[in-house]
């Protein structure tokens, strides 16, 4: 069973997977909070409003720089060991929106941490976003293995969700959560600095 992280939590992804871990997908869900109908419901077809949510996947050295991201603009990564499977607009559907599949064991050596962080890209806050979360599967058997809630609602429009990090030749993961503001993940880059 998955683990249900908490703010500031950390867990090793190895212990959970039950063994050595080679490729994890990281996914991202959302819903448009129901929107009530009356004069003026403009939105056609409905009581729902379009949120355009993204997740990002950055990639930083042993010196603490970006060393490379992963975002809808960008959906692979320079060395190809981590992919984005596409923007999804809406949030329409069931699971996962978006996911970001990392294959760990072709992470280059030299970095140390992979930060996932979401965006409200249209710049809704997350007042207007329901049943979001973001979760770690085991890319080999598909067992989740970590989730995270994000559907804390409030006046912000991002959030800096997790950490997935070395630590003594083992993958970790840190469940940041902390909100921030901004449309992609470069507004949240001060913010995500001392969490490295």
């Known amino acids: 069973m998955a683990v249900n992280l908490q703010k500031g939590q950390k867990i090793s992804l190895s212990k959970e997977a039950g063994g050595a871990l080679t490729k994890v997908v990281m996914g991202l869900g959302w819903d448009a909070v129901k929107k009530k109908s009356g004069v003026f419901g403009f939105f056609s077809g409905g009581d729902e409003n379009e949120i355009d949510l993204d997740a990002s996947c950055l990639l ?10 992963v975002w809808f603009r960008q ?3 320079r060395d190809g060991s981590i992919q984005h499977t596409g923007d999804n607009r809406t949030g329409a559907g069931e699971g996962d929106d978006e996911q970001i599949i990392v294959d760990l064991a072709r992470v280059p050596a030299n ?5 996932f962080t979401v965006n409200s890209f249209t710049g809704q806050d997350f007042s207007q976003v329901a049943n979001a979360f ?3 599967v085991d890319g080999a058997t598909g067992k989740e293995l ?3 809630d994000l559907s804390v609602q409030g006046s912000h429009s991002a959030q800096i969700m997790a950490k ?3 630590h003594n030749g083992e993958w970790k993961m840190h469940a940041i959560g902390e909100n921030g503001v901004g449309r992609t993940f470069q507004d949240l880059l001060p913010q995500i600095t001392p969490h490295l």
Not at 60 to 69: E, R, V
Not at 111 to 115: G, M, R, S
């Open 146 to 148: 970590a989730r995270y």
């Open 111 to 115: 970095i140390k941490a992979l930060v």
């Open 134 to 136: 973001c979760r770690i």
């Open 164 to 166: 997935v990090y070395r």
């Open 75 to 77: 959906l692979r990564s």
């Open 60 to 69: 930083f050295d042993d010196q603490n720089a970006l060393a490379d991201s």
